[in-house]
């Protein structure tokens, strides 16, 4: 098993910049993908950005130029650098491991974004 566990969420103005932390129980190494969703009240959750063990990156569009996401193996971390924030980022974020040989997909608890116009 792998547990998640996210922070860095907070309370930020539009235009200002967030960075958020998921600390991995096992090795980032061995887990295959790691992504980072969110989801806002009354909308279903949705994909931010990933990345995988090649070091592969995948963002949505709505992020594309504004976060980064990143690991560092040696610290069993993932981070998502989330600059220019607008109001529309208000969310829970989520961290997620895709994790075949360690039984699955894995999820956080979720840290809150609160971005104010």
């Known amino acids: 098993q792998v547990q998640l566990v996210e922070s860095g969420g907070g309370l930020v103005q539009a235009g200002g910049s967030l960075r958020l932390s998921c600390a991995a129980s096992r090795s980032t190494a061995s887990i295959h993908v790691i992504s980072w969703y969110r989801q806002a009240p009354g909308k279903e959750r949705e994909l931010v950005a990933t990345i995988s063990s090649g070091g592969h990156l995948n963002y949505a569009d709505s992020v594309k130029g504004r976060f980064t996401i990143s690991r560092d193996n040696a610290k069993n971390s993932v981070y998502l650098q989330m600059n220019s924030l607008k109001p529309e980022d208000t969310a829970v974020y989520y961290c997620?491991?895709?994790?075949?040989?360690?039984?699955?997909?894995?999820w956080g608890q979720g840290t809150q974004v609160t971005v104010s116009s």
């Open positions: 997620k491991a895709d994790a075949p040989s360690l039984g699955g997909a894995y």
